[in-house]
């Protein structure tokens, strides 16, 4: 659990159904609430790659919401390719 006001780093290894790092393109980080109401959507570029398929984002959660829900989608061989998560946010 985070605290709401932290800097949380979202992270993303993109894949092959085998485990193969792949590069895909047209990355975006789309964050939801709880509701799967849209809070923020950011475009990634080579600037927020560590290595080939491997992508992040600090962002700092905010101060009135319980959870949120992070999605990392791209394409690769023109199909979505795409992972999710959540995070409760504790006030304190």
Do not use: W
Not at 4 to 11: H, I, L, N, Q, S
Not at 13 to 22: C, E, I, K, L, M
């Amino acid at each position: 659990m985070a605290f709401a006001g932290d800097t949380v780093r979202f992270r993303c290894h993109f894949r092959t159904f085998d485990g193969q790092s792949v590069e895909p393109t047209d990355v975006k980080l789309t964050i939801y609430d709880s509701q799967k109401q849209l809070i923020e959507k950011f475009i990634l570029d080579d600037s927020h790659k560590e290595n080939v398929g491997i992508f992040y984002f600090d962002y700092v959660l905010p101060d009135d919401k319980q959870e949120i829900i992070f999605e990392f989608r791209g394409l690769y061989n023109e199909k979505p390719i795409l992972s999710r998560g959540k995070v409760k946010i504790q006030f304190n």
